[in-house]
């Protein structure tokens, strides 16, 4: 079996899903007492809302990734050529959430920074995402050491404009 560079990005479902997909679960386990067939059914439910996480996977050996989604314990995703990717980045992203309530007030419950490493084309239009990591100094290390195991260059973000862009931004 082939070793793989494995990064497990996120849940599948975001934060109050996950919480109700536990409550779910804990309600099978309840109902397997009494209706043992319903409750496993609302189980299973439950761990596929609360479990489920999506990742990519890289072959180095390869050249190849898989962006998944894991289920149970099983990958799902199609394997990609990794040749149209030349270099890597870390780029800053900033992601919040937001809480809306029927009097149509909206609070934002949490505000993160991130660092993300980003495979890059060529032209640096299409990026795929590896990681997210909330310390920059566990970023660059990462990068790093997947820069020298996939011959890759770290390089910063700068994608080239389109003519049409460069006609837009020139009114």
């Known amino acids: 079996m082939a070793s793989y560079l494995n990064y497990s990005q996120s849940k599948t479902f975001p934060p109050a899903t996950v919480y109700g997909g536990y409550l ?8 397997v007492l009494f ?21 990519i996977r890289i072959d180095a050996q390869e050249r190849r990734y898989q962006s998944y989604t894991r289920i149970f314990g099983f990958y799902a995703g199609t394997w990609k050529s990794l040749n149209e990717f030349n270099d ?18 909206t609070t934002e419950t949490s505000r993160d920074e991130y660092y ?3 495979l890059l084309s060529a032209d640096h239009r299409r990026k795929q995402m ?3 990591y909330s310390d920059k100094e566990k970023a660059w290390e990462e990068i790093n050491s997947l820069s020298q195991a996939l ?5 910063n973000y700068q994608p080239k404009l389109s ?5 837009r931004m020139a009114r």
């Open 130 to 132: 590896v990681q997210r």
């Open 24 to 31: 779910i679960l804990l309600y099978g386990c309840y109902l």
């Open 151 to 155: 011959n890759m260059e770290v390089v």
């Open 88 to 105: 890597l980045t870390i780029l800053k992203k900033t992601i919040s959430t937001r809480a809306h309530s029927w009097s149509m007030k």
């Open 163 to 167: 003519a049409k862009t460069r006609r």
């Open 35 to 55: 209706r043992p067939i319903v409750g496993l059914l609302i189980i299973s439910i439950g761990v596929f809302v609360s479990f489920s996480k999506n990742g």
């Open 116 to 118: 993300e490493i980003n």
